[in-house]
T-cell receptor, first 113, second 113 residues
Framework: AQSVTQLDSHVSVSEGTPVLLRCNYSSSYSPSLFWYVQHPNKGLQLLLKYTSAATLVKGINGFEAEFKKSETSFHLTKPSAHMSDAAEYFCVVSGTSYDKVIFGPGTSLSVIP | DADVTQTPRNRITKTGKRIMLECSQTKGHDRMYWYRQDPGLGLRLIYYSFDVKDINKGEISDGYSVSRQAQAKFSLSLESAIPNQTALYFC????????????FGPGTRLTVT
C-alpha cells in the first residue's frame, strides 16, 4: 500500500528566506514521487518529479527536492522565497503504470513581505 | 489555448438536480481523471479512464457517473446533486505509463444548495 504524509498543513516564511515543505511517503516498492503547486483559483501544475534517477531533483521556479530512501522522505526546498511562491503544494506518490496516484493533503505556503 | 479545459468554471445548483461537468483536452493523452478537492483533504479520485472503452471507479465514485465520449472528452455527472458534493472539481490527463505526471484543468467550483 502507498500513502503520503505532508507534515505541515501551513508554512509561513519571510520573502528571501529558505523554504522547506516536508513530505514522507510509504510504499511497498520503489515509488515515483512528485510535487505539484496550486496557485489560487488555478489547477495543479507539476513542479518536479523523482523516478529513480538522481536523488536530488530540480524543478521549475528554483525548487528542488531530495529523495531519501532511508528516511522515506521527499522534502521540497527553495533557497529564497518569492512572493509569487505563495500557493498550495501537494506531494504525490505513484507506483507502476496507473496504479494509485496518491495526493497528500497539501501544505499552504505563505510568504511575508 | 489551454491544453485541458473544463466547463463550466462555476456552477450553483439545487439539491436533486442533475448536473454535468465537461472536460476536453488537446494534449492527445489517452488517460483522463476526475478529482474533487475539499479543504484539508487534498485531491480525491472520483473516476479515471485509460481509454474510451476503459472506465474505472476511484475512491469516491458513489453519487457520480462518467462518460468518455472520445479520447479528448470526459464528462462527470451528478445524477441527483446533494450539498456535500459542493467542492472544487478537477479534470486531469496523462500519458499511459506516466500516470503520476498529470496535467490539470483550471477546475469547476460547484455549489449545491
Amino acid at each position: 500500500a502507498q500513502s503520503v504524509t505532508q507534515l505541515d498543513s501551513h508554512v509561513s516564511v519571510s520573502e528571501g528566506t529558505p523554504v522547506l515543505l516536508r513530505c514522507n511517503y510509504s510504499s511497498s516498492y520503489s515509488p515515483s514521487l512528485f510535487w505539484y503547486v496550486q496557485h489560487p483559483n488555478k489547477g495543479l501544475q507539476l513542479l518536479l518529479k523523482y523516478t529513480s534517477a538522481a536523488t536530488l531533483v530540480k524543478g521549475i521556479n528554483g525548487f528542488e527536492a531530495e529523495f531519501k530512501k532511508s528516511e522515506t522522505s521527499f522534502h521540497l526546498t527553495k533557497p529564497s522565497a518569492h512572493m509569487s511562491d505563495a500557493a498550495e503544494y501537494f506531494c504525490v506518490v505513484s507506483g507502476t503504470s496507473y496504479d494509485k496516484v496518491i495526493f497528500g493533503p497539501g501544505t499552504s505556503l505563505s510568504v511575508i513581505p | 489555448d489551454a491544453d485541458v479545459t473544463q466547463t463550466p468554471r462555476n456552477r450553483i445548483t439545487k439539491t436533486g438536480k442533475r448536473i454535468m461537468l465537461e472536460c476536453s483536452q488537446t494534449k492527445g493523452h489517452d488517460r483522463m481523471y476526475w478529482y474533487r478537492q475539499d479543504p484539508g483533504l487534498g485531491l480525491r479520485l472520483i473516476y479515471y479512464s485509460f481509454d474510451v472503452k476503459d472506465i474505472n471507479k476511484g475512491e469516491i465514485s458513489d453519487g457520480y457517473s462518467v462518460s468518455r465520449q472520445a479520447q479528448a472528452k470526459f464528462s462527470l455527472s451528478l445524477e441527483s446533486a446533494i450539498p456535500n458534493q459542493t467542492a472544487l472539481y478537477f479534470c486531469a490527463t496523462s500519458l499511459s505509463g506516466e500516470s503520476g505526471k498529470q496535467y490539470f484543468g483550471p477546475g469547476t467550483r460547484l455549489t449545491v444548495t
